[in-house]
């Protein structure tokens, strides 16, 4: 039996996905792990790979097609298969529908919630058990039943969003009807929608991106379901620039690359929070989880919106080690070039809009993070010294926005401390 090639979830914010490019043409033979075609989420493009021998038979979705995740855009023939027998004897309606730029796509279901059959998607049959190679090994792995599991993929196939969904163990005695969840603490609160002023003859409507859609759909949840908080301080940032120079001009004597003030930034980050670890901490609904690993996420803008990649244990790398991961990931990240793993999991936010000019400013908080600290510029202006005296100096503001279920003003303000320590003191965080 054929296996459909469906658009993979490559994202944990992914809904659809557009087709960059087919790597195998029809009729082309495929091996297990080989790259059948390049998919571009909301945030990176990637490598979509096969899961089985076979030919590649049919294409439904040409290059530059967007559709939602789950939906079919390929046929692959399975060895002893007629590549040209199995694509004629596909059912018409195979190709799925590309979704449009402005349609948004349903959302995927939550863990433990009934999967429901796709619109005019046949059941599998009482036979043999319709699924994917990937959901058959998810199953295997949980102890997941595939026959009472109801597949949502082209045909009633399982997929892997279904195995994920299903209840694990052995089948109840009498299945009876489930109640409805109750509302998650911390749920979007509803909120209504503004229409804008019409467009204009003149006036240019652009589409919205998935990257964009995302944003918008996070950052809305973010403002009305997480109670913000903000603190703010300043910092004394001529040492910090002190040094800075310092390192560099032994940098360019040795040809390597320069440190950035936010290396520096972020070297002081993960120190602090290595002295304060509860801010390093996430809202799990009936508990707050303290993450070991301290994994910052840095914010990069790039041309459809912000990514924020993640350096992971940044308390344990060394600040030349810190600086060139960054580097690395902010160059990849405006390419489109990351992997999921470096772009989710992060446990505490900086972002940095001290190189536009901005002086002061608060970032929203990014779920399910606890905190997400804000970094203006480093600006001349007045100081009173230790004498009295109006000198001469350098200022940055550090802003910190909090999620008030799990970082109160004390806490908030002793990360800000320490922080403020560090930087006037950058030595000792290179200790």
Known sequence: MPLPIEMPKLSDTMTEGTLVKWRKKIGEKVAMGDVLAEIETDKATMEMEAFDDGTLAAVYVQEGGKVAVGQQIGLLALPGEKPEEVAAAAPAGAAPTPTAPSTAAQPAAAPGAPTAAAPGAPAAPQGRVKASPLARKIAAQRGVDLT??????????????????APTGPAPAVPGP??????????????????????????????????????????????????HFYLQIEADAAPLLAL????????????????????LV?????????????????????????????????????????????????AGLSLRELSDAVKDLA????????KPEEYQGGTFTVSNLGSYGVESFFAIVNPPQAAILSVGAA???????AAGQIVPGQRMALGLSCDHRVVDGALGSQFLGELRGLLENPTLMLL
């Open 244 to 263: 800075r120079a310092g390192i560099n001009a032994g940098a360019e004597a040795a040809g390597r690359g320069k440190i950035t003030v936010n290396d």
């Open 331 to 338: 160059a990849r990240a405006r390419t489109k070039k990351l």
């Open 379 to 385: 600006v001349k202006k007045p100081v009173v010294n």
């Open 178 to 227: 489930r109640p409805a969840a109750p509302q998650p603490a911390g749920a979007p609160v509803s909120v209504a929608f503004v229409p804008p002023i019409p467009a204009g003859p003149n006036d240019r409507v652009v589409p919205l991106s998935g990257m964009r859609r995302v944003i918008a759909e996070r950052l809305m949840a973010s403002k009305t379901s997480v109670p």
């Open 266 to 314: 972020l070297k002081a980050v993960a120190a602090a929070i290595a002295r304060v670890p509860k801010v390093n901490a996430a809202w799990a609904g009936d508990s707050v989880i303290e993450y070991a690993g301290i994994h910052l996420a840095v914010a990069v803008a790039v041309e459809e919106g912000l990514v924020t990649p993640v350096v992971r244990d940044a």
């Open 148 to 165: 009472r599991v109801t597949g949502t993929g082209p045909g009633g196939r399982i997929v892997q969003r279904d195995v994920l969904s």
